[in-house]
């Protein structure tokens, strides 16, 4: 155990399980020529690991762990910015960078998860894979079949850009301090073809606005828009009409957006 001062504020949980640590490294096929993101390195542990495959920039928040991280890793191709992740301008910080394909391993700081996926995709940060440890309540909803409670906005949102794989879930014991809750490995492969959307912008907030209440039907939800519209597209896709957004696919809300 390294002498660490550890800081909540942070999200800072620690892995210490070494079959888990190498079981993440290894989701990815990476080699020499890739580089490989990771987001709040810590002390290394996962780090560690992804060093011996791949090139490595890391992004950590903490800058008392500066010392030990390039201490560790000073006989590696591995790079540290130490700085929040959130406030970087990714795309830039790449251009100091020669590979063949990006990745992003990272046992991601809870508090932040959701912003973290966004900035990327918002950026366009154009990553091949990513491979993320994240909640496992938040990663059931991120991995959610249609038709079922956890299936959201945000599953449907991810689910545009990545085809989301649970990979396994790890239990809140292999972390140093002990969080409250366990955790998922999810893995998120970039979609080459994604499903055709005119206008982004209407598809996102048709998305959103249908899950505003849950337990509504989608026609309760979606007072503000042009319903018979929607109708067309659900008649079509042999769809009832007081159907709730829980049970639409995907494709059915890009078509319904198109629509619009
Ligand atoms: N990868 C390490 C491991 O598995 O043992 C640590 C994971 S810990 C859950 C999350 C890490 O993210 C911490 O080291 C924390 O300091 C760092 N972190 C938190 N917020 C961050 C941010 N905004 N930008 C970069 N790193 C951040």
């Known amino acids: 155990m390294i002498d660490h001062n550890f800081k909540k504020k942070f999200g800072q949980n620690f892995l210490q399980d070494k079959n888990i640590i ?7 096929e990476t080699n020499k020529e890739d580089l ?6 810590g002390a290394g542990a996962l780090t560690e690991e992804l060093v011996l495959k791949s090139k490595v920039l890391a992004y950590e928040i903490d800058k008392d762990l500066e010392e030990v991280l390039k201490e560790k890793f000073k006989d590696y191709d591995f790079n540290i910015i130490l700085d929040d992740f959130l406030k970087r301008d ?16 990272a046992n991601l700081p809870y508090y932040i998860t959701t912003p973290i996926i966004t900035k990327i995709i918002e950026e366009k ?29 945000i599953t449907i949102f991810l689910n545009y850009y990545f085809n989301i794989k649970k990979e396994f879930i790890v239990s809140r014991n292999a972390f140093y301090p002990k969080p409250n809750v366990d955790s998922i490995i999810l893995s998120f492969t970039k979609k080459d073809n994604r499903v055709k959307v005119n206008n982004e ?10 899950f505003v209440q849950k337990r509504k039907t989608l026609r309760n939800n979606l007072k ?34 198109n629509n619009l």
Request: proline letters at 2%; charged letters at 30%.
């Open 201 to 210: 912008e209407l598809f996102f907030k048709l998305i959103k606005d249908s």
């Open 224 to 257: 503000q828009y042009d319903f018979s519209k929607v109708e067309e597209i659900l008649l079509k896709n042999n769809l009832p009409l007081d159907v709730r957004a829980e049970n639409i696919s995907l494709e059915v809300f890009a078509e319904i957006s």
């Open 90 to 105: 990714v795309k830039k910080d790449l251009k100091d960078y020669d590979y063949k394909n990006l990745y992003v391993i």
């Open 22 to 28: 190498k079981k993440i490294a290894n989701v990815c």
């Open 125 to 153: 940060v154009d990553v091949n894979k990513m491979v993320l440890m994240v909640q496992k309540e938040v990663g059931e909803r991120f991995s959610a079949v249609i038709g079922t409670k956890d299936y959201s906005s």
């Open 36 to 41: 490989i993101i990771e987001i709040g390195p």
